[in-house]
């Protein structure tokens, strides 16, 4: 059974930065480093939205236009997690973050954690 865990998030002021963690477990061998990982949020009253991770065909990370230069998101696959570095943060961050792992049909996600820019 795989599952993931976010933590990390809280509260920061404008301009403050936070790094989410996404640790996962039930992923056997090297099947973790399959799957596409990505982070979604989802403010109140909107929509979830996707905010990094998704790989351009060269695989490297792409961001929403939202956060990009500001929001990177590292990967370790040895220790089978995905992180969310958040730089610069604005009000409108504010949401509940989730990641989000996938492969070919098969995907999962976490439980989310908040994080409230606020000054």
């Known amino acids: 059974q795989v599952q993931l865990v976010e933590s990390g998030g809280g509260f920061v002021q404008p301009g403050g930065s936070l790094r989410l963690s996404c640790a996962t477990s039930?992923?056997?061998?090297?099947?973790?480093?399959?799957?596409?990982m990505d982070w979604y949020r989802q403010a109140p009253g909107k929509l979830r939205e996707l905010v990094a991770g998704?790989?351009?065909?060269?695989?490297?990370?792409n961001y929403a236009e939202s956060v990009r230069g500001r929001f990177t998101t590292p990967r370790d696959n040895a220790k089978k997690m995905v992180y969310l570095q958040m730089n610069s943060l604005k009000l409108e961050d504010t949401a509940v973050y989730y990641c989000?792992?996938?492969?070919?049909?098969?995907?999962?996600w976490g439980q989310g954690t908040q994080v409230t820019v606020s000054s």
């Open positions: 998704f790989p351009t065909p060269d695989g490297r990370p």
């Open positions: 989000y792992a996938r492969y070919q049909d098969t995907e999962y």
């Open positions: 039930g992923f056997t061998g090297f099947s973790f480093t399959k799957y596409r």
